[in-house]
């Protein structure tokens, strides 16, 4: 696995307009609303099922009713196809 170069990544990032590069965190970054507390852990619940089964994890943060989401690939420090993977079944579910 290699992380993606910017011009793979501005390809990718083009078909996901909910997600912007973080160059800092080295990961795509989406920030999903809910309408209420239990909303956004539900949806936590949903995407931390599909992460789980594909062993890919976000890092994220939950802020009463919303949720900050950064995937990332420790194995290389950058931005994979794993990554683009997991940010399109979370817009298959959330789509934005
Ligand atoms: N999740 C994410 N987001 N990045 C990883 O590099 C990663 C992961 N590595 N989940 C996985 C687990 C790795 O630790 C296991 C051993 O496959």
Not at 29 to 49: C, K, N
Not at 56 to 83: A, F, K, Q, S
Request: net charge negative; glycine share 2%; aromatic share 8%.
């Amino acid at each position: 696995m290699t992380a993606l170069n910017d011009r793979e990544l501005t390809a990718h990032l083009n078909s996901l307009p909910a997600w912007r590069h973080d160059a800092e965190r080295k990961a795509l970054h989406r920030r999903l609303s809910f309408a209420t507390f239990a909303d956004a852990l539900a949806a936590m619940v949903r995407i931390g099922i599909e992460a789980d089964k594909a062993d890919h994890h976000p890092e994220w943060t939950n802020v009463y009713d919303r949720l900050d989401i950064w995937l990332t690939t420790h194995d290389v420090n950058g931005v994979t196809v794993r990554d683009i993977a997991l940010a399109r079944a979370i817009d298959a579910m959330f789509p934005a």
